[in-house]
Nanobody, 115 residues
């Protein structure tokens, strides 16, 4: 089993930046696909970005060009650099780790974008 702990959320103004971190422990290894998802009030959880073991990335259209996902396998940590934040980015952001049938989630970190 994998334990995931997110950090870095907070309240920012439109146009500002935040960096989220997700530290993994337990039976994690570099083969895991790591990702970020988010869930806004009243909405379903949606994919934000994923990064494979080889470093290939995929982003939701809404965040392309503004968000960057990266991973440090030595630290078992994945990051989400978010720039030019918009009010519609407000959500709880969840870290995910997948490998075959293993699918683990963090507890989430809140991001609020408001003037």
């Amino acid at each position: 089993q994998v334990q995931l702990v997110e950090s870095g959320g907070g309240l920012v103004q439109p146009g500002e930046s935040l960096r989220l971190s997700c530290a993994a422990s337990g039976s994690i290894n570099s083969r895991y696909v790591r990702g970020w998802y988010r869930q806004a009030p009243g909405n379903e959880r949606e994919l934000v970005a994923v990064i494979t073991s080889s470093g290939n990335t995929n982003y939701a259209d809404a965040v392309k060009g503004r968000f960057t996902i990266s991973r440090d396998n030595a630290k078992n940590t994945v990051y989400l650099q978010m720039t030019n934040l918009k009010p519609e980015d407000t959500a709880v952001y969840y870290c995910n780790a997948k490998l075959f049938i293993q699918n683990d989630w963090g507890q989430g970190t809140k991001v609020a974008v408001s003037s």
